[in-house]
């Protein structure tokens, strides 16, 4: 691909102004980037490269001239325009659940599976966030000793629900620090200093929310695994921007603690954050802001016996890894 055309699509969003800080900081190569958004957003400058840009309001004649679009703009955008951007010559790399799971459409951790790049038909899906920060530091262990099964019991940040989310988090910590009434807009419970089960909806007869169904089909459909089984409990905390997750992981062999670390030592996209003496192991705060999944706490399942087992607590930027870095760094297979 000579030098591509890249449009962002939901620009002004949360993911948004993480895909144009990632542009920049990679040094992404294009001729020229376009920020699409909706009608509100008409006219809107952000800066990129110490340049003003005009956003433009996304409509279906967008695409024209356009190699590469990065969509976070929720999944009914996606839905519709995706498919347009493709058809126009473009290849959308879309953050939203909406092509996920369809068989066409590969899904990639740029650290797992690149090659599944190469088998797009215009569409690339970027996983769920709380799926790529479980999995791009199992798939190292993955690779020499398979994971049987996997409990995943999350602590998801606020940014997972967009912007406005981010923003009644710090608004209604506010409001109750100076004992003030606060009427809850985006989230349906009140946020400061509580937690609540993922919002998204139930299955009535599993019991099992989507975020925690998405955990289990997407990771076996990047391992390449339909075999793994998986059970995730998904919570959202009043965390900004990085969510945590605390992991039990059973191997098909025998596996040690200090195994696993060397597996994870030089990892791509992983870094051991461990001091036992200061008790300090990975957390959103140090999480935030940087690409890489901290990984901690690595010890042995003690309820698993057979020493199959172990445990990790691991941390990261779910609008980075867990969003637009990822996004950007499968656009980076597409100009290789
Ligand atoms: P806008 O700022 O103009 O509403 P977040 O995930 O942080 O909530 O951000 C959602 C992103 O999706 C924003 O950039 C938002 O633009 C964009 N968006 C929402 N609805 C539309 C729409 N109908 N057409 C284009 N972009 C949209």
Same mark, same amino acid.
């Given at each position: 691909? &000579?030098?591509p055309v890249v449009a962002v699509v939901g620009a002004t969003g949360a993911v948004g102004v993480e895909f144009l800080s990632c542009l920049e900081q990679r040094k992404f190569p294009m001729k020229e980037l376009r920020l699409l958004a909706s009608a509100r957003s008409k006219g809107k400058k952000m800066t990129f490269k110490g340049t003003e840009i005009t956003v433009e309001e996304l409509t279906e004649s967008s695409f024209q001239g356009v190699d590469i679009a990065l969509f976070s703009a929720g999944g009914s955008i996606s839905k519709k325009f995706c498919p347009i951007a493709a058809k126009a010559g473009a290849v959308a790399v879309d953050n939203s659940s909406a092509f996920r799971m369809d068989p066409t459409v590969p899904l990639v951790i740029p650290e797992?599976?690149? /090659?599944?790049?190469?088998?797009h038909k215009g569409i690339i899906a970027n996983p769920n966030c709380s799926t790529i920060i479980a999995i791009t530091p199992l798939w190292p262990i993955h690779r020499v000793n398979r994971i049987k099964r996997l409990i995943a019991s999350t602590y998801q940040a606020a940014s997972g629900a967009g912007a406005a989310a981010m923003q009644e988090l710090i608004d209604s910590t506010h409001a109750y620090l100076h004992?003030?009434?606060?009427e809850p807009k985006i989230i349906p419970h009140p946020y400061a200093f509580n937690l609540f089960s993922h919002t998204s909806k139930i299955d009535a007869a599993t019991g099992y929310n989507e975020e925690e169904i998405k955990m289990v089909k997407e990771t076996r459909k990047i391992f390449g695994d339909n075999d793994i089984r998986i059970s995730a409990t998904c919570v959202r905390v009043p965390v900004l921007r990085a969510? &945590?997750?605390a992991l039990t992981? /059973?191997?098909e062999r025998a596996i040690t603690p200090d195994?696993?670390?060397a597996l994870l030592k030089n990892a791509p996209g992983v870094k051991i954050v461990e001091d036992i003496e200061k008790n300090y192991f990975p957390m959103p705060k140090d999480a935030s802001g940087q690409g890489d999944i901290l990984c901690g706490r690595i010890r042995t399942d003690s309820s698993d016996p057979t020493g199959h087992s172990f445990c990790m607590f691991v941390a990261g930027d779910q609008l980075l890894k867990g969003a637009a870095l990822n996004a950007v760094q499968i656009a980076e297979l597409l100009v290789k």
């Open positions: 691909m &000579s030098l797992i599976n690149p /090659e599944a790049v190469k088998l004992n003030q009434p606060f969510h &945590s997750e992981v /059973e191997c195994e696993v670390r």
